[in-house]
């Protein structure tokens, strides 16, 4: 018998597990944030405990800080800007979510994502003129002092000259496993009127020389112009790669990510698996914590769930159709 989990408020446009799956953060058409909590930890049931104003626009995105950094989100709204908001307690006063920081940008945000690297927080931002910009957290105790550490576009090379970018989306996905030992990366992919934009490439930390590089690019040299709506980076236990998922107009992809630079300082890559069955764009992926298994969603309304046999051969393990009470 199913049994929902949380009851989302109708406009609700966009929701994020915390790291642990013990909060549920939601975002709403009239630019509100919900948090929902379990008042019982035996539960799997979810309500809201909070809700509070985050923009005048809609929220598009939320996406929770790690847990290292306290209880915070960052929610992006239909205008393009990017707020912090934490949970707080002052004085007697009880709990209460406030604003840490307000990013203004002359271009709209469109994806944000954070990630933990050896030296501290980092944020990655998608933008809508085609450039990425990396921000470094100043203070671990002050989510409010946000250093810019680099800007760049979403190129191989570095010098390459075009027209003014459009975009309409973008996508990115921490390397689960930066901070452990291993240099920050991140992969990202854009849906644009640029196609040199659009390629989901693979960006690496390099402290020598204190900037990021490209050192893979996920597209075939016939795909490498295409759209892009979603990237996903599996955790590793200990494979001898990295996977990870793109979802194009083609389909999803999952692609094989070798660990050792060549010569050029770029990572060997195969794609392995090309995974039909959405009628037509996937919005969003996730992986499970073991990274052995996809969740796929997109505008046929479906979530999917993938798996690869022994033999390295993927399949679709299950559907799930969405139901109206």
């Known amino acids: 018998m199913e049994k929902p989990v949380a009851t989302l408020d109708r406009g609700t446009t966009c929701s994020a597990w915390n790291y642990c799956g013990e909060r549920l953060a939601a975002g709403s058409v009239d630019g509100s944030i919900s948090i929902f909590d379990s008042r019982d930890p035996s539960s799997s049931s979810f309500i809201r405990s909070f809700k509070f104003k985050a923009h005048e626009a809609g929220i598009v995105k939320v996406a929770w800080i790690p847990p290292e950094y306290g209880d915070a989100v960052g929610c992006i709204s239909e205008d393009g ?5 934490e949970e707080l307690v002052e004085g007697t006063q009880p709990l209460q ?6 990013f203004k940008t002359s271009s709209k945000i469109l994806d944000i994502q954070f990630g933990v690297t050896q030296t501290s927080l980092k944020m990655v931002a998608a933008h809508s003129d085609g450039y990425v910009k990396v921000f470094e957290l100043l203070d671990p105790l002050e989510l409010k002092n946000w250093q810019l550490q680099a ?10 000259t075009f027209g003014k970018a459009s975009c309409l989306t973008a996508c990115i996905s921490w390397n689960p496993r930066s901070g452990e030992g291993q240099e920050s990366s991140f992969i990202l992919g854009f849906n644009s009127n640029s196609p040199q934009l659009n390629s989901p490439k693979v960006w690496e930390f390099d402290p020598a020389h204190q900037r990021w590089l490209p050192v893979a690019e996920l597209a075939l040299p016939g795909d490498k112009g295409n759209p892009v709506y979603s990237v996903a980076w599996a955790s590793n236990i200990g494979r001898p790669y990295e996977v990870i998922a793109v979802a194009s107009q083609k389909g999803i992809s999952i692609w094989h990510v070798g660990s050792t630079p060549d010569s050029d300082g770029r990572l060997s890559i195969e794609k392995v698996a090309q995974l039909s069955g959405h009628n037509n764009e996937v919005w969003q992926m996730e992986w499970d914590m073991s990274g052995m298994t996809l969740a796929t969603t997109g505008s046929d309304g479906r979530v999917r769930l993938w798996q690869s046999n022994l033999k390295g051969t993927w399949n679709e393990q299950a559907a799930f ?3 109206s009470s």
């Open 81 to 85: 800007t990017l707020s912090i908001w």
């Open 97 to 102: 979510w406030k604003l840490c920081k307000n």
């Open 321 to 323: 159709e969405p139901t």
């Open 151 to 160: 800007e760049f576009r979403n190129v191989i090379d570095s010098v390459s």
